[in-house]
T-cell receptor, first 118, second 113 residues
Framework: GAVVSQHPSRVICKSGTSVKIECRSLDFQATTMFWYRQFPKKSLMLMATSNEGSKATYEQGVEKDKFLINHASLTLSTLTVTSAHPEDSSFYIC??????????????FGSGTRLTVV | ELKVEQNPLFLSMQEEKNYTIYCDYSTTSDRLYWYRQDPGKSLESLFVLLSNGAVKQEGRLMASLDTKARLSTLHITAAVHDLSATYFCAVTPSGGGADGLTFGKGTHLIIQP
């Protein structure tokens, strides 16, 4: 239980275009979701915290106008990378927190999206 | 600023050997998480350590937490090739699920036959 489905798993886009990444909680309601970015051979860095029905909270140094986050329902959060550039190429992972009623208590992660901007 | 320091960052070891990965952190949180990541994949949850002195074991992996020392360890016993992966520890500022995780840099573990 408590699965987060993330799509697409891989996307290649041209520089200057926008890409939308979706994360859906399949069997639970995610009031809060988190978006991370991971560059090759690096750790995960928290980009923003997405709260259902309110504005996302961005970490220092993350451009909110470039990385648009929408959390319009309890089961869907989206990250849109606007005017993508090659330096935005990365592995993006979403996550939701789970309470102790779940076997995988803590945080559950989506399968990730590999974004390549050419 | 919350800091999470893992060491070693790279570890090459032989099968059947034992080794320990260390995770030091700066928050006062009493909760710490361990994850495994295979190349090109997302994170797999290994352990959630919820209190001082917590010890959890799964197969050849055992994790412990000392909140007073702000130190967690991930011990590998009699390593096998299948355990080759990158291991991350992570904490939150408050320990609760309302905050995102701050990760260590990860330990890239290679286990050779």
């Amino acid at each position: 239980g408590a699965v987060v489905s993330q799509h697409p798993s891989r996307v290649i886009c041209k520089s200057g275009t926008s890409v939308k990444i979706e994360c859906r909680s399949l069997d639970f309601q995610a009031t809060t979701m988190f978006w991370y970015r991971q560059f090759p051979k690096k750790s995960l860095m928290l980009m923003a915290t997405s709260n259902e029905g309110s504005k996302a909270t961005y970490e220092q140094g993350v451009e909110k106008d470039k990385f648009l986050i929408n959390h319009a329902s309890l089961t869907l959060s989206t990250l849109t990378v606007t005017s993508a550039h090659p330096e935005d190429s990365s592995f993006y992972i979403c996550s939701a927190s789970l309470d102790s009623s779940y076997p995988n208590y803590g945080y559950t992660f989506g399968s990730g999206t590999r974004l390549t901007v050419v | 600023e919350l800091k999470v320091e893992q060491n070693p960052l790279f570890l090459s070891m032989q099968e059947e050997k034992n080794y320990t990965i260390y995770c030091d952190y700066s928050t006062t949180s009493d909760r710490l998480y361990w994850y495994r990541q295979d190349p090109g994949k997302s994170l797999e949850s290994l352990f959630v350590l919820l209190s001082n002195g917590a010890v959890k074991q799964e197969g050849r992996l055992m994790a412990s937490l000392d909140t007073k020392a702000r130190l967690s360890t991930l011990h590998i016993t009699a390593a096998v090739h299948d355990l080759s992966a990158t291991y991350f520890c992570a904490v939150t500022p408050s320990g609760g699920g309302a905050d995102g995780l701050t990760f260590g840099k990860g330990t890239h573990l290679i286990i050779q036959p």
